[in-house]
């Protein structure tokens, strides 16, 4: 069964990278995804074989290396990680009603609801089936296998709390504040990472120091991407972008970006912004000065430090390991994230 390669957009792929990507590659090649119920298997095979970053089983694997792991031991872990990731995006696109996911219809659109909630359900399942590998090898201690699974259900768990508070913050009349904001995305969006990082951790047997500082690391990855897309869907070249600019604020969505300008603008300029966010109606024009107001308010300068303080936070804790390839490669992948265009 063949999956789309990896797909890293405007990030150069370095040797090692593409190394670890052939085996993830491989990975899911192996899964057992059968022929029969189609109704079930064929979303599950469709979505997997969409163009995707595979951001999270790569951590998984560099996790395992930083901490001195045999790479290919930390496989079923990365994959159970990327299943568990896609299976959230399943009943996202159901919660949002999206029409679209990678620039491709969603299962939810191609298929149905129903058929996006079995499929989801069956990639989650998959993903536990992965984590057995390290309950029914001699080489895993018990202690071992429950910080696997521990790692793995916290960030399930995490993952579904962040959607929940991204779900309340839609419907509250008072504002987000940033430090509510920033908490949601450590949940929606910095979980996995976190606990991608981690899980490949504790494959290698890392301390829970060294686990530590790996979730830190991730989360910081997390929140600073989120924001990153938050600040490109305002500044980011449509075309390379691969949506229309302004998103989010014809959306209405709560995003870094207009929480800070809410928190700045006088009467008159948060009227102006209220008008324009969630407006359909809107057009270019209106997203145009949505856009200077956030240039006025210092809102673009804002988030880009944001952005570095984030990624640089994660890059400083990166210290605790010792020097090896895997800590040159995330290194070097952060700075590639970090200027990022899209």
Not at 10 to 22: A, F, K, P, V, Y
Not at 102 to 112: H, I, L, Y
Request: charged share 25%; with cysteine.
């Amino acid at each position: 069964m063949a999956f789309c390669k990896i797909q890293h957009k405007d990030l150069e792929i370095t040797e090692q990278q593409q190394q670890l990507s052939d085996l993830i590659d491989q990975k899911l090649a192996e899964l057992n995804l059968p022929a029969t119920p189609s109704l079930l298997y064929e979303p599950v095979r469709y979505t997997l074989g969409l163009s995707g970053k595979r951001i999270r089983p790569y951590l998984t694997l560099i996790g395992c290396g930083l901490c001195s792991g045999e790479t290919e031991e930390a496989l079923p872990a990365a994959i159970a990680i990327e299943l568990l990731h896609n299976f959230t995006l399943l009943h996202d696109d159901i919660m949002d009603r999206a029409e679209t996911r990678r620039g491709e219809p969603s299962v939810f659109k191609k298929w149905n609801q129903n058929t996006a909630i079995l499929s989801g359900d069956a990639m989650y399942a998959k993903a536990f089936k992965q984590l057995q590998y390290y309950g029914k090898k001699d080489w895993y201690s018990k202690s071992q296998y429950s910080t696997i699974m521990d790692i793995f259900l916290e960030s399930a768990e995490t993952v579904c709390e962040g959607q929940a508070f991204d779900l309340e913050f839609e419907n509250r009349s008072d504002n987000v504040s940033i430090d509510e904001y920033i908490h949601m995305i450590e949940g929606k969006t910095a979980a996995l990472i976190s606990g991608s990082l981690a899980l490949g951790g504790a494959v290698a047997g890392a301390d829970n120091n060294h686990i530590e500082e790996l979730k830190f690391v991730g989360q910081k990855i997390g929140v600073a991407f989120q924001i990153q897309d938050d600040l490109l869907d305002a500044t980011a070249d449509p075309d390379k972008f691969g949506k229309k600019r302004g998103g989010d604020i014809l959306e209405g969505k709560k995003t870094y970006l207009t929480l800070l300008a809410l928190q700045r603008c006088d009467e008159g300029q948060k009227k102006a912004l209220l008008d324009v966010l969630g407006d359909n109606n809107a057009d270019s024009d209106d997203i145009q000065d949505v856009i200077e107001l956030y240039e006025t308010l210092g809102v673009i300068k804002d988030t880009e430090d944001a952005i570095q303080y984030h990624y640089h936070a994660a890059m400083d804790h990166l210290k605790e390991f010792e020097s090896s390839s895997y800590k040159k490669e995330i290194i070097a992948f952060l700075n590639r994230l970090i200027s990022r265009e899209y």
